[in-house]
């Protein structure tokens, strides 16, 4: 039996003694924002985060649905975890977001001990859940057109950026897409509710603000439209860098590119994902847009910021794509030269418009195309990186390089991760003179720190 979660907004006070939840997250940054999300709001209510499950009394995987692969990596994670809940029944194991939303019946059929399943817009229910007695497990996957979870807290874990959610949802329906049936239609957070939020994380010690939104650029909360969002927010003293992702090509307005072009403190780097070369297959994804107005938007954007960064998306073996489709993204990608690129076999999604239309490429011939394109993005990424040997570059210092003991690492303006001495404290900006290159990373040498912002948090 399933019990489907129907109650209101109720405060749940502060158990006794302190119950400990661990989260695990699967996705993209919305899904990590909304895991801070979801910490902050239960901490509200007397939960503390802890580093393992072995110590937890909550077990929360915060779930994705855009990928086939995400879904049997959850199953197989929540398989492992069980025996936490075997060992311990007291322990609740729950899953959030997305799959949640799209595989519901699936996921409890495969993994009965579940307690709770809670979608994108279930979050504020989350204590009245946990704290709710039932051998059943508790479901809320309500879509609600009206929550932006704007009056809640995240609990953030420190460093020098800080993504801000400025929307949820999506109206677009791309074929291939799940999302706007997973997270709902679009709405924004008023632009003063996010103005507020940034100068409160600008005072913690922020440095770079990322606004996040499943099509961001097509933000307005009624009375700002995003280029007014991006301008008053890098008026924000403290605040030193202002990205966002990831925007649709359809909504990139005049204004808006005026706004990069003019607001200094907003990143010369853009997200803009293409999907393809192909106009036929871009219909047929339902794009809006097809290959000579992307390019002419490419040429708006080079134009206005001359040194702009680039990335995109690709998805290789939609359906029906042929030989002729794929060589036409090829050559787009080719023309761009695109500064990184996340590049993906097609994954059918059912619920989807694109799923009645089956799984028309070999997955031999996906396997390939992707390879292609890997080699040819990776060619072109670690040419534009080597074009930059020599050159003095502003880096926003993050904390200390992985692989290489006693250096930092940190990111350009355009985003491109950057290796360098230890000459400058973290949340600080540096120039440093790029020596050497990856496809991936920049190597710098002898650098000088330039104006301290060092971060508090």
């Known amino acids: 039996m399933v019990i489907a979660f129907t109650g209101t907004h109720t405060y749940y006070p502060h158990p006794m003694d302190p119950k400990r939840v661990y989260i695990e997250t699967y996705g993209c940054q919305m899904n990590v924002a909304d895991t801070e999300l979801i910490l902050g709001h239960l901490a509200d209510h007397g939960y503390e985060r802890t580093a393992g499950p072995e110590t937890a009394d909550v077990i929360l995987l915060n779930t994705c649905a855009i990928r086939e692969h995400a879904e049997e990596r959850v199953l197989s994670r929540l398989a492992a975890i069980a025996h936490h809940k075997a060992r311990r029944p007291g322990v609740k194991l729950g899953l959030t977001g997305c799959m949640v939303q799209h595989l519901r019946d699936r996921l409890l059929a495969r993994a009965p001990y579940l307690d709770l399943l809670a979608g994108p817009d279930a979050y504020r229910h989350l204590p009245e859940l946990l704290a709710r007695d039932s051998t059943d497990p508790l479901v809320d996957l309500r879509l609600d057109r009206s929550e932006t979870y704007a009056d809640m807290t995240p609990a953030r874990d420190g460093g020098v950026r800080a993504w801000v959610t400025a929307m949820r949802g999506c109206d677009r329906f791309c074929t291939f897409c799940v999302v706007p ?146 060589t036409e993204t090829l050559a787009l990608v080719n023309e761009v030269g695109f500064d990184h690129a996340f590049m993906f076999k097609y994954s059918r999604r059912e619920g989807t418009k694109a799923y009645a239309r089956g799984d028309t490429v070999a997955e031999a011939e996906k396997t390939d195309r992707l390879q292609r394109l890997i080699t040819l993005q990776e060619g072109l990424a670690a040419a534009r990186n080597r074009a930059l040997i020599g050159r003095e570059v502003e880096v926003l210092i993050e904390g200390p390089a992985r692989r290489t003991t006693g250096w930092l690492v940190g990111k350009t303006p355009h985003f491109k991760s950057t290796v360098l001495p230890n000459i400058a404290p973290v949340g600080s900006l540096a120039t440093v003179r790029i020596a050497d290159s990856t496809a991936h990373t920049l190597i710098g040498a002898g650098a000088a720190p330039a104006e301290q912002h060092v971060n508090h948090s």
């Open 181 to 326: 049936y997973v997270r709902g239609r679009e709405r924004s957070v008023s632009g003063p509710t996010l103005i507020e939020q940034v100068r409160t994380l600008a005072a913690s010690g922020y440095r770079e603000v990322v606004y996040l939104g499943q099509t961001v650029n097509a933000y307005h909360d009624g009375h700002w439209s995003f280029a007014d969002l991006l301008r008053r927010t890098a008026a924000i003293e403290g605040i030193l860098r202002v990205r966002f992702t990831s925007p649709h090509p359809a909504e990139m307005t005049d204004d808006l590119i005026d706004a990069m072009a003019t607001t200094p403190k907003v990143s010369p780097y853009l997200h803009l994902p293409v999907q393809s070369g192909s106009d036929r297959v871009l219909q047929l994804m339902s794009r809006d847009y097809d290959r000579a107005s992307y390019l002419a938007l490419v040429h708006r954007l080079r134009t206005a910021v001359p040194d702009i960064a680039l990335s995109t998306d690709v998805i290789v073996g939609f359906p029906t794509e042929e030989e002729s489709d794929f």
